[in-house]
């Protein structure tokens, strides 16, 4: 990382680290989530759903996204915490970070992306912001719905969404982009690392492709001086010990902030 990386950073809202995780360290993971997948559902984590005879079954049903797996699985707990992540996200942050969140998700072929959000809509990080970082399991591009930014929306307040079009997005929240600006796909392979301010409007476009999954896992962190954080979230020292924080009082500035933060 140089210091054209973090002016970048500072002014896009987003940055990529190149190869960050070797192709064994992203094949073990990939292959831990099909095992954990195959064992069935675990409550409060993931729900796989069979196909039923109404149609077609959702991809989404059979590849559910994989919520908080930091707590039942130590590989994960283990990339939450890893020490590369946790030493970017304090060079960006400019103070210590905390783990407040890890998600894994398949988007396999036919899959439903999630329209343009932001994260701290859903984090309610008071103050301050959260960071994503969000690795790449596959090859990512536009055909299997790669991960869109909306470069400079981190520096505006937040939007309050607009409902997305459910063919297109399995969340109903949607941001439209600001007049003048407009998304940028963001290219990765396997091991890049996309980090990201959670003010920044991001999303995907449904998986397009009929062989190619487009899986990825996503940490989302605070600054050491964050005081209060949405009710869904435990947080961690990135040595893993507990920080107890105050849930972020009302329901947010749109006031229809009640679930965890949703897919990418």
């Known amino acids: 990382m140089t210091v054209t990386d973090k002016v970048e950073f500072e002014e896009n809202g987003y940055l990529v680290a190149r190869g960050l995780f ?19 559902p675990i409550p409060g ?32 707990l283990r990339v939450l915490l890893d020490t590369r992540l946790r030493d970017i996200l304090e060079w960006l942050l400019g103070e210590e970070v905390l783990a407040a969140q890890s998600m894994f998700y398949f988007k396999p072929p036919g899959a439903r992306g ?12 008071e103050p301050g912001t959260c960071v994503a970082a969000w690795i790449a399991c596959d090859v990512i591009d536009p055909a299997n719905g790669g991960l869109e930014v909306v470069p400079g929306t981190h520096r505006m307040d937040l ?22 600006l407009s998304p940028v796909p963001v290219g990765m392979a396997p091991g890049d690392v996309l980090f990201f301010n959670g003010s920044l409007v991001h999303g995907s476009q449904p998986n397009r492709t009929a062989d190619r999954f487009r899986r990825s896992f996503i940490g989302h962190y605070v600054g050491r001086s964050t005081e209060r954080i ?25 006031g229809t902030e009640f679930g965890p933060a949703a897919a990418h």
Not at 231 to 249: K, Q
């Open 230 to 254: 949405g009710r869904y979230y435990d947080v961690l020292t990135m040595t893993g010990d507990s920080v107890p924080l105050p849930e972020s009082e009302g329901a947010g500035p749109c």
């Open 22 to 40: 070797s192709p064994a360290e992203i094949e073990e993971l990939c292959e831990r989530f099909e095992a954990l997948r195959a064992g069935g």
């Open 159 to 180: 939007f309050c969404p607009e409902e997305a079009d459910e063919e297109l997005s399995f969340v109903r929240e949607y941001v439209p982009p600001p007049p003048g």
């Open 45 to 76: 984590h993931f729900q796989p759903r069979p196909p039923t005879e109404d149609g077609p079954a959702d991809p989404l049903h059979l590849y559910p996204r994989v919520m908080h797996p930091h707590r039942i699985d130590e590989l994960s």
């Open 114 to 125: 999630q329209a343009l959000h932001q994260d701290n809509f859903y984090l309610r990080v």
